[in-house]
């Protein structure tokens, strides 16, 4: 428990809700607050070149997992947003006259590899006449003496940017040979020929960023050569893969960039999870909480398996009141209620318990479970809010005015209303800030971050609207005009006050027994 003592607090009881906050030497104890039951952790063996996530849905925990998880052993980190930027530069002056993405695509290779040939370097991983080719290839480019990452790629692009100041008509083309791709590629044959020979695996890992600033053309332009390229790699019998993270609030963007999406997405994973798959997560973090600070009480349960369903749900139960009565005086499951004020992400999830269960009590003698309804409504109360506008902020590259368009809109309609109720409330209210006449593009913006979904047929009753939410669906949602639309708690609790009040919705995938709605296709 001391791996894990310094992450899981009276003021975190379940942990980081962020990876980048667990050092990244600290191993064991990444490893140990990573839950591996689940698809997605499974689906991590059929190497993905793209991670493609929302905010909040684990993709630098993915990206991570190469730390401990033994499937490759070894890795550069590459942090995207300076070697895009210095990228960017260099494409903006290279295809100033005519762009093909085969050319940035072939320069984004040669640059990453000249990472795996650093890493190489540094670790010692080739005999002594290979690493003399790759030496010589590495001073023929003047990166000669650095083993920093970071350092190496600023030397490098700036090297590229020097030139193409020196003769501005150089072209991607003439780059390329001054990278010497002869040169390159027997470099590249020899790091790969010893790969094989020691049985080694590399990974390049390239995070996501919040803003790829994807109007800017030569963004766009550098991105559209590195999907070609990541699309192109982790083939069968590649030693060389990549891991590079994508939001998913703008991969309808990165589609529209890319040359080819059926290519250089066809190894993308997307990061979706079910309400079983975040109650793993919950009771692995809780198990660790109990065992530190509760641990008579703990006790009580063995053997206990967290990785067992029915375990990790008893768990919850010794600590939770087994039903809750909300604000709207409807009897609710306890863990139904609190999943259905997330979008069935990790983060959303551990926020809400971390507040939930927060200085739970005063001495470790004291037994402060199960934790008080009131507790419960307060703790999702004090955090809803935090939740929402990170939902924003992920939004306002494509939805600048999405927050301040749902807190004219959404206090006029109900849990439940129709197309007719949307059409008019868009007209008197949600036209003046939304920035745009069109009803189908405010339409879409609230069915892409989540705010509204569409009544499932038949599935309500009186005790609850079910709703179908853009974030469990493969595609785009899309509507007619008899639809039925609803507004998802996260949102309602927001901005919709006591005279708003009605039956509860329930997202479709918040409730364990839902179906799992990665299986189906909406």
Request: with cysteine; charged share 25%.
């Given at each position: ?498 005279g708003k009040l009605g039956r509860p919705v329930y997202p479709y995938g918040s409730v364990l027994e839902d179906a799992d709605y990665r299986d189906t296709d909406d």
């Amino acid at each position: 428990m001391d791996t894990v003592r310094p992450y899981i607090t009276k003021d975190e009881p379940f942990g980081p809700i962020d990876s980048t906050d667990i050092d990244s030497n600290d191993i064991d104890a990444l490893r140990l607050l990573f839950e591996q039951q689940n698809r997605i952790y499974k689906n991590l063996r059929n190497r993905p070149s793209i991670i493609i996530g929302r905010r909040g849905s684990g993709k630098t925990y993915y990206l991570r997992s190469v730390f401990f998880d033994k499937a490759y052993k070894h890795y550069t980190e590459i942090r995207t947003a300076r070697v895009l930027g210095h990228m960017a530069k260099v494409v903006q002056k290279a295809t100033k006259d005519a762009f093909f993405p085969e050319m940035v695509s072939e320069l984004w290779e040669m640059i990453l590899w000249v990472g795996v040939f650093a890493e190489v370097r540094k670790h010692s991983l080739l005999s002594s006449d290979d690493l003399y080719v790759v030496n010589a290839y590495l001073e023929k480019l003047d990166v000669r003496g650095t083993d920093d990452i970071d350092g190496l790629f600023i030397d490098l692009t700036n090297m590229l940017d020097n030139a193409m100041d020196k003769n501005p008509s150089r072209g991607a083309a003439d780059i390329l040979r001054g990278l010497d791709r002869f040169s390159f590629d027997y470099a590249k044959s020899i790091v790969l020929s010893s790969f094989e020979r020691s049985n080694t695996s590399f990974v390049i890992l390239m995070d996501s960023l919040d803003d790829f600033q994807l109007d800017i053309d030569s963004v766009a332009h550098s991105l559209q050569g590195l999907l070609k390229l990541v699309g192109s790699m982790n083939k069968p019998r590649d030693l060389v893969d990549i891991r590079f993270c994508l939001p998913a609030e703008v991969y309808h963007r990165f589609t529209r960039i890319s040359s080819n999406p059926n290519k250089d997405f066809r190894r993308a994973l997307r990061l979706q999870w079910t309400a079983s798959e975040l109650i793993f997560i919950g009771a692995r973090r809780l198990g660790f909480y109990l065992d530190l600070y509760y641990p008579d009480l703990l006790r009580a349960l063995y053997p206990l398996n967290v990785s067992n369903r029915a375990d990790a749900l008893r768990l919850f139960q010794l600590v939770l009141p087994e039903k809750i009565e909300n604000q709207g005086g409807f009897q609710e499951d306890t863990m139904s209620y609190i999943l259905r004020h997330t979008q069935l992400l990790p983060r959303h999830f551990l926020m809400l318990l971390n507040s939930i269960f927060r200085k739970t009590g005063l001495t470790q003698s004291l037994n402060p479970f199960p934790i008080p309804k009131e507790r419960i409504i307060n703790g999702i109360r004090q955090v809803e809010e935090l939740i929402v506008k990170e939902v924003f902020v992920a939004f306002k590259l494509i939805y600048p005015t999405a927050e301040e368009t749902c807190r004219r809109c959404l206090p006029e309609l109900g849990h439940k209303f129709t197309m007719g109720d949307l059409h008019r409330v868009f007209t008197r209210h949600g036209k003046a800030v939304f920035g745009s006449d069109s009803l189908f593009d405010f339409q879409r913006m609230l069915l892409e971050i989540g705010a509204v979904g569409r009544v499932i047929p038949g599935k309500d009753s009186d005790l609850y609207i079910k709703g179908n939410f853009e974030y469990t669906v493969q595609h785009q949602l899309s509507l007619s005009q008899d639809d039925e639309l609803c507004i998802h708690p996260l949102f309602s609790g927001i901005y919709q006050g006591d005279g708003k009040l009605g039956r509860p919705v329930y997202p479709y995938g918040s409730v364990l027994e839902d179906a799992d709605y990665r299986d189906t296709d909406d």
